[in-house]
């Protein structure tokens, strides 16, 4: 059903003396671990994400996550589904190393489908449960599943839509720990580290 009528928001007004600040999406929230998740989550629904084909080369894997200043790729078919994902570790991890020397092919050959994290080796967090959860939530998440990312989903509308993205590294810039690359297990000390003292 349709509405017909709309009631007006109320609004309120500044004193001339009031100091108003404005949101720099350059400038990310300083985040806690009792913040609110969404705080720490890059909105797909907002943001669009950096995708690539699945069929084309490491190096060109490589060289758009450094044009886009990104460290993980959507793999996306033709109609824009998802088939995986694919992290700057991924390059030159160990599967692709393996897969190089069982192929005959140099690492910068392989295609993006060699190395990817697929569709079934992907988890997925419910939106339901991100919007009651703080950050200390999605830290112990990613702690325990031993992640670097984690991929939110909505199902509400019958179907599983990917709406957003947390990133270890993210979440340390915004506490304002040192991030150091790749992120590992040392970063989760560090964060646990603030998290404590906070």
């Known amino acids: 059903m349709i509405r017909q009528h709309y009631q007006p928001l109320e609004h309120i007004t500044a004193g001339a003396t009031d100091v108003i600040t404005v949101s720099d999406p350059s400038r990310p929230i300083k985040l806690t671990a009792d913040s609110p998740a969404f705080d720490a989550m890059t909105d797909l629904r907002r943001i669009q994400p950096v995708s690539i084909d699945p069929a084309e080369n490491l190096e060109q894997a490589r060289t758009t996550m450094i044009v886009c200043g990104v460290k993980l790729l959507f793999v996306r078919n033709a109609q824009g589904n998802l088939l995986g994902l694919i992290t700057a570790n991924d390059l030159a991890g160990e599967l692709a190393i393996v897969q190089a020397a069982n192929s005959g092919r140099s690492v910068p050959e392989l295609t993006v489908n060699d190395v990817m994290v697929k569709l079934p080796d992907l988890e997925f967090l419910e939106f339901g449960a991100v919007s009651r959860a703080e950050v200390g939530h999605i ?17 509400r509308q019958g179907n599983l839509r990917v709406v957003g993205l947390f990133s270890a590294t993210q979440i340390a810039r915004q506490m304002g720990i040192p991030v150091f690359d790749p992120v590992k297990a040392n970063t989760f000390a560090e964060i646990e580290a603030a998290v404590a003292s906070a």
């Open 139 to 155: 830290i112990a998440t990613l702690k325990a599943h031993n992640r670097q990312h984690a991929l939110v989903v909505d199902n």
